[in-house]
């Protein structure tokens, strides 16, 4: 197949059904050959021969498969990917690979568990997974009994009977392909009954349940002390099990500094001390850790998470990769190599294009698109700078998290040999409030590309982040996008047929100061598209408001509030976002009665003040030759825009 984009291989066996004697023994070979840590595939990755490799199984009732994926540096044939792949394959059959190795994959798949069994919805999952099975819930619930009784001898067994030639490989080639001309059907457009209901769903709500109320955060569920001089350590105790999560964060991202990307890839691919990179991940994987270092937009993080029987070990290889992180000259030169084709190719990609073009509409040349280094720049980092970047972080205010069953004394004092903090920190750069573009009119850019779907974007700034809209806010969100059965998607997709997908949201500003957002998006047939926008921008000016589509989308808010606690690992996070607002935990008790004694006033007034009439920032990535461009200026005057308008590099 062809694609304009990112070249890839993928390569099937076929194994065996999920209740075969052979399942765990196959489950233990994909977990070998891919754990994201230690696999063969992840090793591939970690020692940057390929841009991305996986493996992953599909193990169902009547058949299996173990799928393989790569895709190629930029001086690599997809043969050649082909070849790397199926080598890590024959090591596997060969046995070559650590004898421990299983029994760190049993130990992570207890800490998954664990983790997953701390939700409803996981669990319900669970219980889902083993009916669709036609599993015995005692057969279920020993499932890693029998994992732990998988043999090197059973992983190479299984690999030799089923990973043989008789496999499919796919080639995915970076080139134009035919787009097949769809005709344009009718479709008569079908009153949608928002009442409607099966008489499934008719006796499953007559049936009685205990009224359940909602659980709000106070102050027993955290406690915050201050670990150093303008550091604080947030900690909420696990009443659940024996996992823990532990973070740094800083105020400082790429927004402060667009460098910080490249130190965090940097350092995914860094050793310490004797370790180089696939031994730190073999270390983490051992450990049943994970580690990650992100940078986001106003915040990088280092984090932790896994077993408090192995926090101090973890929190000892996370300070020294922080702060003795070691990496060549080569290991820099190759990822660059990798950024590079990484960015050629999202040139190519619709979804990322449409990104580009979307924010260039909100924020012009403040665009996250073109604030990025040039190729040029980024070919003169050196390993010094960026790990001197990444350590530096720590040098700055900081707020560490912790949820975990550890006592708040033992994280202080093991916390206090690994990261003492001795000195004043640094004040962050301060934090980046880019407004959203607001035009007098709608204002409408094209992006043409040959392609079968026009991808479109609409969006548009709302007042600054205010308390007291909040609840109306939440309660026109989901009348108006409330999933497959708000007003966009029950309009656009399901009544009028002008999409393939149609949704829609309103963002609350993140901190005091930023922005409100509305905005929502299509994937349409390129001829539907101005059909489509004018239907969409229609929804948004003249709302339909039923009572009996009303009292839906307020008895599914209240629902939520009610059924929507939040848990011990959210807690600490959740907090933070409401003193970035200059909020009080909790503001959803005056939310949740202001909801409750919400009408169709209220929604009217919300869409009349904050929705209605507002000039839109529309993004449109589709193919020109098919989309209707004189019916589009009846919207707005088109803008036809280039790459080199949206992407820096």
């Known amino acids: ?73 930029a001086d690599q044939t997809l043969e050649e990917i082909e070849k790397l792949l199926l080598d890590q394959v024959d090591r596997l059959k060969a046995g070559d690979f650590a004898d421990n190795l299983i029994t760190a994959i049993v130990n992570n798949q207890k800490k998954k568990q664990k983790a997953e069994m701390e939700g409803n919805t996981t669990r319900v999952a669970r219980m889902r997974n083993s009916f669709v099975r036609f599993e015995e819930w005692d057969q279920t619930i ?61 006796r499953i709500s007559t049936m009685s349940a205990r009224e359940i109320s909602p659980d709000f955060v106070d102050a027993s569920d955290y406690e915050i002390v201050d670990y150093a001089p303008s550091t604080r350590l947030f900690y909420a105790k696990n009443p659940v099990n024996d996992l823990f999560l532990f973070e740094i964060r800083v105020d400082f991202g790429f927004n402060q500094d667009n460098r910080i990307q490249f130190a965090q890839k940097l350092l995914n691919v ?112 050196t390993v010094d700078d960026l790990h001197t970047l990444a350590r530096g972080l720590l040098d700055y205010q900081q707020t560490i998290y912790y949820a ?109 100061g930023v922005q409100n957002m509305a905005w929502g998006g299509m994937g349409t047939q390129a001829d539907k598209t101005a059909e489509a926008i004018e239907a969409y921008l229609e929804l948004h000016d003249q709302m339909p408001v039923t009572p009996e589509r009303f009292d839906a989308a307020k008895a599914a808010l209240v629902n939520t509030y009610k059924t929507g606690k939040t848990g011990f690992r959210e807690v600490l996070d959740t907090v933070r976002s409401w003193e970035r607002l200059g909020l009080q935990p909790d503001p959803r008790k005056q939310r949740f009665e202001a909801i409750k004694q919400a009408d169709l006033e209220t929604l009217a007034r919300f869409h009349s003040h904050h929705i209605k009439g507002r000039p839109r920032l529309i993004s449109i990535v589709g193919d020109t030759s098919k989309i209707d461009v004189a019916r589009l200026t009846k919207i707005a005057q088109p803008e036809f825009v280039a790459l080199e308008e949206i992407f820096a590099f």
Do not use: C
Not at 28 to 41: F, P, Q, R, V, W
Not at 179 to 189: G, T
């Open 270 to 381: 860094s050793g310490t001390g004797d370790l180089n990179s696939e031994q730190v991940k073999t270390e983490w994987f051992n450990l049943a850790t994970g580690f990650s270092f992100n940078a986001g937009n106003d915040e990088s993080s280092y984090s932790i998470s896994g077993l408090d029987e192995n926090f101090v070990a973890s929190l000892d290889l996370m300070m020294r990769i922080i702060k003795q992180p070691k990496a060549s000259q080569e290991t820099l030169n190759e990822m660059i190599n990798i950024v590079l084709a990484d960015r050629e190719d999202s040139k190519k990609d619709p979804r990322s294009i449409r990104s580009a073009l979307a924010h260039f509409n909100r924020h012009g040349q403040q665009s996250r698109w073109l604030r990025q280094l040039s190729n040029e720049a980024i070919t003169h980092f």
């Open 142 to 202: 020993t499932e890693l009994d029998r994992l732990a009784d998988v043999t090197k001898d059973d992983v190479v067994r299984v690999a030799n009977r089923y990973f043989r030639d008789d496999y499919v490989v796919a080639y995915r080639k970076d080139a134009p392909h035919e787009v097949p001309k769809i005709d344009k059907p009718k479709i008569d457009a079908i009153d949608i009954d928002a009442t409607r209901q099966s008489d499934f769903a008719a």
């Open 404 to 512: 975990g069953s550890l006592p708040i004394e033992a994280v202080i004092s093991e916390l206090k040999k690994k990261h003492s903090i001795t000195s004043e920190l640094k004040t962050p750069p301060p934090f980046l409030n880019l407004t959203i573009f607001s035009p007098d009119s709608h204002l409408l850019r094209i992006f043409h590309k040959e392609m079968a779907q026009a991808q479109v974007y609409v969006e548009y700034g709302g007042e600054v982040f205010n308390e007291a809209t909040v609840p109306s806010a939440q309660l026109f969100r989901e009348y108006f996008s409330g999933g497959m059965s708000g007003l966009v998607f029950q309009e656009i997709r399901e009544a009028r047929a002008l999409a393939y997908s149609a949704y829609a949201g309103y963002e609350l500003g993140s901190r005091t």
């Open 1 to 73: 197949a062809t694609y304009e984009g990112e070249e890839k291989v993928l390569i099937a066996f076929r194994t065996v059904p999920i209740n075969h004697p052979d399942a765990p023994a196959l489950t233990i070979a994909d977990e070998i050959l891919d754990n994201s840590h230690a696999g063969l595939m992840n090793q591939l990755v970690q020692r940057q021969e390929v841009r991305a490799a996986s493996a992953h199984r599909m193990l169902m009732n009547d058949h299996g498969v173990e799928q393989l994926e790569g895709i190629p540096k």
